[in-house]
């Protein structure tokens, strides 16, 4: 107890006594806090390493998504094209034959 003693004379702005007793503790305190700050900070690493993992894999999978989405996405703009290109030579065929018949 002569540490908590100094303590409270040297500190004369009125910390409470709580705070000194901490003090006197603080080794084994500190001691398990760093324990438990180790502890999750070894848990975050594993968990952002499998989020890591599982985000590659993601990543895959979205890739071939975009992929396949690509491929349809060309796919349904060539057979609008088509039709585009159809409806307009049909358009075009009646116009020659409505030219046809007034003339």
């Known amino acids: 107890d002569k540490g908590k003693g100094k303590l409270v ?3 004369e702005k009125g910390k409470e006594a709580e ?3 901490m003090k006197d503790n603080g080794k ?4 398990d806090i760093q324990n438990r700050v180790g502890s999750v ?3 975050l690493a594993r968990e952002i390493k499998a989020k890591h993992v599982d985000d590659h894999d993601d990543d895959d999978l979205d890739t ?7 491929k349809k996405l ?3 703009f060539g057979r609008l094209l088509k039709a585009k290109k ?3 030579s ?3 065929k009646k116009a020659m034959e409505a030219k046809k018949e007034r003339g």
Not at 28 to 31: A, F, N, Q, Y
């Open 90 to 92: 049909k358009k075009a």
């Open 19 to 21: 705070h000194h007793h």
């Open 64 to 70: 071939f998504d975009l992929e396949n989405r690509i």
């Open 41 to 43: 900070e070894v848990g």
């Open 9 to 11: 004379k040297d500190n």
């Open 86 to 88: 159809a409806k307009e």
């Open 74 to 76: 060309k796919e349904d």
């Open 28 to 31: 084994g305190k500190v001691h």
